[in-house]
């Protein structure tokens, strides 16, 4: 049964030390490699989400029916694996939010390699019925930028096992650019050779190789708390686990909070932040690499009354929710008002300010919703704001509310 949490920080600055959990991006990459290496691979890493379970399930699942429940990743890393796999006969499904999560363009993709892919109900969508083969990459192979950078990794990670690699176009701007470039810089750390040129991706023929794999902390979810310091200036937090080197894209966070009024300090194992209250007095940004952050970074400045215009965010009308939509609703329960222009960009005039009053906001089963929305307790002195259906954390940051709980006041 889903839980309603109600959100208490202490007063005064705050701090605490957070050993964030393994980046739930790079480990589903690690996975679905590892699972097609020729020798044993060990990947190290903490913590298990949601998203995760549903992969080591599914890899580990000797059935003919998989069930992936709403991880999106897996479902798209998988349908390009299972088609790769000569012999294997699979049923790939997920939730009923899943069932609406559109994989035309993937299997369409898979098809012109020769996958063998059958859609079971409704075509486009999930669940889908995949007879593995050995694929081959047309010569003229080209995806349109506008898809899911994860369809792009789902085919890249399979390329080598292609009976000539691939030679792929992506025809336009391409949507969360860095993940693609995360999918190929661990496909060369496991022993491959692939290169991004521009729009152009080459991909050699090859066999990943056996090897300890370490996964780094979550960017995505030190976003949090880079939210949580920018609204109660003074306080200070040690996110351990995090590099300064990363391949995430979602390192950019430190970049963007610096103009929230938070400084971010690197050391070996770990970023300090502390938060100085010097804001910036608008913000306006590109989040088409970053579109994570998009609800974290609204709401902050939001409940800071800073103006933003935050565009690249056509990707977020077909993740867990509808987060453009869910993003204005809740927002309006304390009277902040976001504009919606298109698919692609929100904006704040900086005039509606928040109302100081008991809330209670809807997640839509959307694990970013539930993370960014509980920081706004910091704001509302006067009222309680409750989350509801909180456990839904659980998809890719399981203790957050376990770390939430550790904050102690500064002295």
């Not at 600055?13 to 020798?39: D, F, G, H, V």
């Not at 152009?200 to 960017?219: C, F, H, S, T």
Request: proline share 4%; hydrophobic share 40%.
């Amino acid at each position: 049964m889903a839980e309603n949490k109600k959100i208490f920080f202490p007063k005064g600055t705050l701090t605490a030390e957070i050993q964030l959990p393994a980046s739930k991006s790079i480990l589903n990459r690690a996975l679905i490699i590892a699972s097609l290496a020729e020798t044993e691979c060990k990947i190290s890493y903490r913590g298990v989400c949601d998203d995760t379970s549903a992969l080591i399930n599914a890899l580990n699942n000797q059935s003919d029916y998989i069930n992936v429940g709403a991880a999106g990743t897996a479902m798209r890393f998988l349908a390009g694996k299972f088609a790769s796999q000569p012999n294997k006969c699979i049923t790939l499904d997920g939730c009923e939010r899943m069932r609406e999560r559109p994989i035309r363009i993937l299997v369409d993709a898979l098809r012109s390699c020769g996958a063998r892919i059958e859609y079971i109900a409704n075509t486009g969508y999930p669940p889908i019925k995949i007879r593995g083969s050995v694929l081959s990459a047309p010569d003229d192979f080209c995806i349109d930028a506008g898809v899911s950078s994860q369809y792009i990794s789902s085919l890249l990670m399979i390329a080598p096992y292609m009976r000539s690699g691939m030679n792929l176009h992506i025809d336009g701007e391409c949507k969360s650019l860095p993940y693609i470039d995360m999918t190929i810089n661990m496909m060369n750390v496991f022993g491959v050779r692939a290169e991004r040129n521009g729009s152009n991706i080459r991909v050699l023929p090859g066999k990943y190789q056996g090897m300890n794999y370490v996964v780094e902390a979550d960017w995505s979810a030190a976003s949090y708390w880079y939210e949580i310091a920018a609204l109660r200036p003074g306080s200070k937090f040690t996110l351990r686990g995090l590099r300064s080197d990363s391949i995430q894209g979602d390192r950019q966070v430190a970049e963007i909070f610096r103009r929230l009024g938070v400084t971010s300090t690197y050391h070996s194992d770990c970023v300090e932040i502390e938060s100085m209250g010097n804001y910036a007095p608008e913000i306006s940004l590109d989040l088409n690499n970053y579109p994570d952050l998009a609800q974290t970074v609204a709401v902050t400045s939001a409940m800071l009354g800073i103006p933003f215009k935050i565009s690249g965010l056509s990707t977020l009308r077909i993740k867990e929710t509808d987060r453009i939509t869910a993003l204005q609703t809740e927002l309006s329960k304390i009277g902040i008002k976001i504009n919606v222009v298109g698919d692609d960009c929100i904006s704040y005039d900086g005039r509606s300010r928040y109302k100081n009053a008991d809330v209670e906001f809807s997640t839509y089963n959307d694990h970013r919703m539930a993370m960014s929305l509980a920081p706004v307790s910091l704001m509302i002195t006067n009222g309680a704001v409750v989350i509801e259906n909180a456990d839904v954390v659980s998809k890719s940051y399981p203790d957050f509310w376990n770390d939430v709980a550790i904050i102690r006041q500064r002295k």
